[in-house]
């Protein structure tokens, strides 16, 4: 598992990044944007023990003061023959309920993808493909939010 793209940090008086893409992940999140527009990520714990982020298209899943921004991904364009302007990049944010960052809080996130169907509330899930979050231990000081 490569990872290809780290999110920008969002955590104050952080200056790492806790969470990533796979260049599948990517390929797939260029994919559902032209199909969907914007898109948002939301990690939960009530869903596969929490191993499998939603996807959302952007603002269609209300976060608040529950909810933790862990970054934001600065995606670029794509291929041209993928009806993504090459050059021009947009953002995509990824969520985590605070409990479930609680929990997680000393792990480094990489959103991956793999075949089959996941829940029908994400938008990828159409496409006979789910994310899920593959976790490694951090081993440099954390702090939560």
């Known amino acids: 598992m490569t990872q290809a793209l780290e999110a920008a940090v969002t955590l104050p008086g952080e200056d790492f990044s806790r969470v990533a893409l796979t260049a599948a992940a990517l390929e797939?999140?260029?994919?559902?944007?032209?199909?969907?527009?914007?898109?948002?990520?939301?990690?939960?714990?009530?869903?596969?023990?929490?191993?499998?982020?939603?996807?959302?298209?952007?603002?269609?899943?209300?976060?608040?003061?529950?909810?933790?921004?862990?970054?934001?991904?600065?995606?670029?364009?794509?291929?041209?023959?993928?009806?993504?302007?090459?050059g021009e990049s947009w953002s995509l944010e990824f969520w985590m309920s605070r409990e479930q960052f609680n929990y997680w809080s000393h792990t480094h996130l990489t959103v991956d993808v793999v075949d089959g169907r996941g829940s029908g509330f994400s938008v990828e899930a159409p496409e006979g493909k789910r994310f899920l979050i593959r976790s490694s231990l951090m081993d440099w000081p954390v702090h939560g939010p």
């Open 28 to 86: 797939l999140l260029r994919k559902l944007r032209r199909r969907h527009g914007p898109l948002m990520f939301h990690q939960s714990g009530g869903c596969c023990d929490g191993s499998a982020p939603m996807c959302y298209p952007e603002g269609e899943f209300t976060t608040g003061d529950s909810d933790v921004l862990l970054g934001v991904f600065e995606i670029d364009g794509g291929a041209p023959d993928g009806g993504d302007v090459p």
